[in-house]
């Protein structure tokens, strides 16, 4: 199949839709590219119209008037929430494949169905309960919420990764009198670069990406994560006025998709991995 | 699977603990109280006792109610065949290495990744009533289409829809085409040796080897449409107008957030859950049958 290529009209007729559907992906690229180099004067002449006008000033504006504190904001929550997934995802995966213990089926099931809860169903409960411990505006707060959230995923994806794994070589480990932490730290992680990778780059951009968990605990201005922030600069609600400083609005969607962006086209063979051991295995 | 003797039961729980404490918190224990929530009658955001299944009533009474639990029907009949169809025509294509298949494989992943937001504001000001959409219909005199996109009734559900799709063809078509590799290549050899011609191929081989794939997807869509729509629908339409374009979990929020109806939009949640529980279930008894099958087959 496919190992030879011929130019017939069916293929041809087939690179329409592609070419459609590429067409709008890069009309959108260059909207989202375009716009925010443009002035707000050439701007109120509408988004489709040819620019004329370049300027960096939407980028400092924006940054000054929060996307800087929700760019920081945003990373660190991020990669912290990675770091704990991934420890203690990855310890939690290393159980459920490799050692037994009393409800490891139930546990594990329990686990798993966190991963298609609505996030909207724990958020409310959540919010009245954290205005009792005064957990609400605070950096911690919003971080074991985000981390909670992406537990269940990570534990799924670092089980089914372990479940592959050469069982011979932990028996060995423990004969050679490795403790389980030895093991997991020793043998299993250098080992599983994979799929650590896999899970620290789902888990950036969906933490990077949140935008319901930002709006509802992280309200002050200087706690904001880039998302609500940039919502915030538009001047928020759905309905867009003219009077919205488009441009900066547009150089935080800008700034806030990069590094999605950028991982995506580093490490595209770990979100393949990721749908891999996620969904089609199972 | 061989397991020592050594892993005693308590050396396990420990593992998990840290990883079971903090999902306790985060997913059960809101989930609990929301349930109690259900149940009691609220008053600017405080319970004053419990009144039974009167939210429950309340919300089977309410006709915003079946109108959103409509246009969550209507997403998902729209969005997941679309998306089915067309990816599985790109996967299909692209895994017969077409030209240009390696651009295109990397194209379509972009809308994917990118996140909601960005996705939800750029479409947002692209279906505005002055954005470029409308602009370029009456640029090539299909002026008659120009229209409110996200603003008028009837049309505001089908331009999310339309996004959504989008969105997603992506995500299907990178699932389908990495089960699509995974598929020996013999059995395409022997087929064409026996004759058969590329729609048998595709109707024969391709899609029977796909079924699988195609309901991990139907599920995982079905789940994704019910439960994390939030970001769009609260940038472009924020529900409305009325509440032609609100779904369950848009309707939660509106209930919860902003009129501060807490026992019915907990109510309301109550019964996303249950939707949801019965499809995860529904999927979890199905695919353990087929892994049960499979070992038979071997």
């Given at each position: 199949m496919g190992r030879k290529r011929k130019l017939t009209i069916g293929g041809m007729l087939l690179q329409i839709p592609f070419l459609l559907y590429s067409a709008t992906i890069v009309a959108f690229c260059l909207l989202l590219v375009a716009t925010?180099?443009?002035s707000t004067d050439d701007l109120a002449r509408g988004?489709?119209?040819?620019?004329?006008s370049f300027t960096l000033t939407n980028f400092a504006d924006s940054w000054r008037n929060g996307l800087g504190t929700g760019v920081s904001n945003s990373m660190k929550l991020s990669v912290l929430t990675c770091l704990f997934t991934a420890l203690l995802g990855g310890f939690a995966g290393y159980a459920f494949s490799f050692l037994r213990f009393r409800l490891r089926q139930g546990l594990y099931v329990f686990m798993y169905c966190g991963i298609y809860i609505s996030t909207m169903l724990i958020a409310l409960p959540l919010f009245l309960q954290y205005r009792q411990l005064g957990l609400v505006n605070s950096i911690f707060g919003a971080l074991l919420i985000f981390i909670g959230l992406r537990l269940p995923f990570s534990v799924y994806l670092f089980k089914n990764f372990f479940d592959e794994f050469q069982i011979e070589l932990i028996e060995a480990a423990r004969i050679d009198g490795l403790s389980d932490m030895g093991i997991f730290f020793r043998i299993v992680t250098p080992l599983s670069v994979g799929v650590f990778s896999t899970v620290v780059l789902f888990n950036f951009t969906a933490v990077w990406s949140d935008y319901l968990i930002g709006l509802l605990f992280l309200q002050k201005q200087r706690l904001m994560t880039v998302m609500p922030m940039i919502m915030n600069i538009f001047g928020s609600g759905p309905m867009v006025t003219q009077a919205t400083p488009l441009g900066q609005g547009f150089a935080g969607l800008l700034v806030s998709t990069l590094p999605v962006i950028i991982i995506y086209a580093i490490a595209k063979k770990h979100y393949v991995s990721g749908l891999m051991l996620g969904s089609v295995k199972s | 699977m061989a397991l020592s003797k050594l892993a005693t039961s308590r050396k396990g729980l420990l593992f998990i603990l840290p990883a079971l404490v903090i999902v306790c918190f985060i997913f059960l224990n809101p989930i609990f109280r929301m349930f109690i929530f259900s149940v009691e009658h609220w008053k600017y955001l405080r319970p004053t006792g419990f009144n039974g299944f009167a939210n429950y009533l309340a919300l089977l009474g309410d006709r915003h109610f079946y109108e959103t639990l409509g246009n969550n029907g209507i997403i998902i009949a729209g969005v997941v065949p679309c998306v089915i169809v067309i990816s599985l025509t790109f996967a299909q294509a692209i895994f017969g290495r077409m030209p240009g298949y390696s651009v295109y494989t990397f194209l379509f992943f972009i809308p994917v990744v990118m996140p909601d937001i960005v996705v939800a504001k750029i479409l947002t000001e692209v279906l505005n009533k002055v954005g470029p959409l409308n602009q370029f219909f009456n640029l090539f005199g299909l002026?008659?289409?120009?229209?409110?996109w996200l603003g008028a009734p009837g049309f505001s559900l089908f331009s999310i829809i339309a996004s959504l799709i989008w969105k997603n063809i992506g995500f299907a078509l990178l699932l389908f085409l990495a089960r699509l590799t995974t598929v020996d290549v013999a059995i395409y050899e022997a087929a064409e040796i026996d004759g058969a011609s590329g729609s048998q191929k595709y109707f024969f081989i391709t899609i029977p080897m796909l079924a699988s794939t195609i309901s991990v997807y139907v599920v995982l869509q079905v789940i994704g449409l019910m439960s994390f729509l939030f970001s769009y629908i609260h940038v472009m339409t924020a529900g409305g107008p009325g509440y032609s374009s609100t779904v369950l979990e848009y309707f939660i929020y509106l209930n919860t957030f902003?009129?501060?109806?807490i026992g019915i939009g907990s109510a309301a949640g109550m019964i996303l859950i249950v939707i949801t529980m019965i499809v995860v279930w529904n999927y979890l008894f199905a695919s353990r049958k087929r892994s049960r099958k499979a070992g038979e087959a071997q």
């Open positions: 925010p180099f443009r988004i489709l119209v040819r620019p004329n | 002026g008659y289409l120009d229209r409110d902003r009129l501060q109806e």
